[in-house]
């Protein structure tokens, strides 16, 4: 289960977050993270490590918020760009493995949601 491991890098970025804050936030809502499907992480159990993670920090009682980002890319052999399926990786228009990878990749925290 790489959530965890994943979970744990963003919970303590929301803490560190938190922690910076002058004069001292509100209460966190939420926490949004931007995943890329290449990431394979699964939403349940995402969100099951970050309840268990953010028990007893100043996040504790948040939900979090995944917005999912699919796999896109360019072919370098026709030009076209969308969405690939994976573990294909081939284009989708002349089926060339020349592909540049666009989305998909990523995973960060967007932001927070803290009530005043």
């Known amino acids: 289960m790489h959530e965890l491991s994943i979970c744990q890098s963003l919970v303590g970025a929301v803490i560190e977050e938190l922690g910076r804050a002058r004069p001292a936030p509100g209460r966190l809502v939420a926490a949004r993270i931007v995943v890329g499907a290449l990431h394979q992480v699964v939403p349940e159990n995402m969100t099951f490590a970050y309840e268990i993670l953010t028990r007893d920090t100043m996040a504790a009682g948040s939900r ?24 294909l990786f081939l284009c989708a228009s002349c089926n060339s493995g020349d592909l540049e990878l666009l989305t998909g990749r990523e995973l960060f925290l967007e932001n927070l949601e803290i009530e005043t």
């Open 64 to 87: 979090l918020d995944i917005r999912w980002v699919p796999v896109s890319a360019k072919c370098h052999s026709c030009g076209s760009s969308g969405g690939i399926e994976v573990p």
